[in-house]
């Protein structure tokens, strides 16, 4: 008669043992913790801040707001169905490492990108 090995004794410690040890490797970097922000980018882990969640949460609702005034503007004006619509220049995560310095330009400022893969690189060779 064939027996499955899957209910001996020692495979049964060795798999709760296992359990275990990944369960202490799971609390020890609080992988499940319930205290996270809301909005993360898996990726890159930023943490969005109020103002990106917010522009996240309500983008369905302005984006329907934009087409209702185009087709209200359609309707009562004279400009055409080719015209363009408005951006929204909604924040994003993006714009968390934008920073504004002062340059040459028409206003006196520009807007410059930092390099977040620089910025990683530079982490990652302090741990190493």
């Known amino acids: 008669m064939w027996e499955s090995k899957e209910g001996n004794p020692g495979r049964i410690a060795r798999y709760e ?54 087709v209200h503007m359609l309707r009562e004006d004279s400009s055409t169905f080719h015209d363009t619509l408005l951006k929204n220049k909604s924040p994003t995560l993006a714009a968390l490492y934008n920073v504004t310095v002062k340059g040459s330009s028409i206003d006196g400022s520009k807007e410059v990108k930092a390099g977040r893969c620089l910025f990683q690189r530079l982490i990652v060779s302090q741990d190493a």
């Open 17 to 70: 043992s296992d359990v275990r040890h990944i369960q202490e490797q799971l609390s020890r970097f609080n992988t499940f913790r319930h205290e996270l922000p809301d909005f993360v980018s898996l990726s890159t882990r930023d943490v969005a801040t109020d103002d990106v969640a917010q522009a996240l949460l309500t983008a369905e609702a302005r984006g329907k707001k934009q087409v209702a005034d185009f």
